[in-house]
């Protein structure tokens, strides 16, 4: 096939998956189905496994029984900062803002670093109230009263850049945990407690930067990973800071019409080697995980093709690119990376969409949770295990499973006429 036979067939394919249905996605989700609060214990969820057609019951604390030696698995160590922040106007107007990611500085770790001041893209609600001025929120930090202000400075979109200053002696990430507030799911329908500061984040949470929770990995109890540990499993960890795109439903009616949002990711450089040399054995823990390592693959083989922005994943690009370089020459070329300018990080962005009709080129399985209908993430599950989907959801549904952030779980085994 020559070049430019292969490149219109490419072509013909993506047009053809943007005209993907969304309503064909969809089933009913009682209200009640929805798990508002989480278990007294992360391992006592159910866990539901699916295995080519086969679907079996079990508690996610028996995951360790369930694994082979010799797999690895993948988390998402990304934080869920406390975002939410409620203003007051002097007229008493309150509102609300919604900090999405850094501006200037735009790193993760300097914003969050940062004294006196930083720019954040956020969402606010009640905006017609707040077309000028700045706006004020009074917290307390080591025992004293201080005050966060926000002033309203460019208008990006649906996004707004919001200059924040302060008066504390402290940085921007301790300045968040004393006046914002834990951005729970908004189909929850209820406020934030105390109780969610420590259940909405996973216990090897490290990195800030997230606005929702990768809530696969909610399940993960100390115990738990500890055991895998002694089991000769291999624990890796990655990092994407999930974004409000996780809250956007799909309002177009086919996905074509869907824009993802950007996701940033950072990878290791010893993560990188690993993949190297785990093929067929990778594990995903959520959804997050997935974008990431499916993201990373398309971002070697960018750097194969000599491609200087190799870093940085278009929404339909994966499509577009050769599929035919395996998983060790694609993390090479990566590793060649890391080697060329003697880093250990590497820093990205990925707007990648997984729908049916994607081949997996990196997970073998994922551990995910149960997701709302005609979402994006019911999309990668559909393009994990085909029309199997309908069965799984449908099993979940008859057996009293929990769903979404805060429900039970589900291992997934990519389906090998899928992969």
């Avoid at 107007?93 to 919604?98: C, N, R, S, Y």
């Avoid at 969610?196 to 090897?204: L, N």
Wanted: charge should be negative; aromatic fraction near 12%; hydrophobic fraction near 35%.
């Amino acid at each position: 096939m020559t070049k430019k036979i292969a490149i219109e067939n490419s072509r013909e394919m993506v047009e053809k998956l943007k005209e993907i249905r969304i309503e064909d996605y969809t089933y009913d989700l009682p209200d009640e189905r929805i798990a508002k609060f989480p278990l007294e214990n992360r391992e006592a969820s159910k866990l539901l496994i699916y295995d080519e057609g086969r679907i079996d019951e079990r508690h996610f604390y028996e995951v360790p029984e369930i694994l082979d030696a010799g797999k690895m698995l993948v988390f998402n160590n990304t934080k869920v900062i406390y975002a939410r922040i409620l203003f007051q106007k002097v007229t008493g107007a309150m509102i609300e803002v919604f900090c999405l990611e850094p501006y200037r500085p735009s790193d993760y770790v300097q914003s969050f670093a940062a004294y006196g001041k930083c720019e954040w893209k956020c969402m606010v609600g009640n905006l017609k109230k707040w077309k000028e001025g700045t706006i004020f929120c009074h917290y307390r930090f080591e025992g004293k009263e201080y005050q966060l202000a926000a002033t309203r400075k460019l208008r990006e979109e649906n996004d707004v850049i919001v200059e924040f200053t302060w008066d504390a002696p402290a940085s921007f990430s301790e300045v968040l945990e004393c006046c914002g507030r834990i951005p729970i799911p908004p189909y929850l329908n209820r406020e934030s407690e105390e109780d969610d500061k420590i259940r909405y984040q996973t216990v090897y949470s490290k990195n800030e930067g997230s606005v929702a929770a990768p809530t696969a990995g909610l399940h993960f109890s100390v115990p738990v990973l500890k055991a895998l540990r002694e089991k000769g499993i291999t624990i890796e960890e990655l990092t994407l800071h999930v974004g409000a795109g996780t809250f956007r439903p799909v309002k177009s009616e086919t996905i074509g019409g869907h824009d993802m949002h950007t996701e940033h990711i950072s990878v290791r450089r010893e993560v990188v080697e690993h993949l190297c040399t785990h093929p067929e054995n990778i594990i995903a823990v959520g959804t997050t995980s997935v974008r990431t390592l499916e993201s990373l693959y398309w971002m070697g083989v960018k750097r194969i093709l000599g491609d200087e922005d190799f870093s940085s994943l278009g929404q339909w690009e994966a499509y577009d690119l050769p599929s035919g370089y395996s998983l060790k020459e694609s993390m090479t070329a990566l590793l060649g990376w890391f080697d060329e300018r003697d880093v250990e990080l590497l820093k990205a962005k990925t707007t990648i969409i997984i729908v049916p009709g994607y081949s997996y080129r990196v997970i073998t399985a994922m551990f995910t949770n149960f997701h709302q209908p005609q979402s994006t993430l019911l999309l990668l599950v559909a393009a994990a295990i085909g029309e199997d989907w309908h069965k799984v959801y449908d099993y979940a549904l008859a057996h009293d499973f929990r769903f979404l952030s805060y429900g039970d779980s589900s291992f997934l085994k990519v389906r090998k006429d899928k992969k």
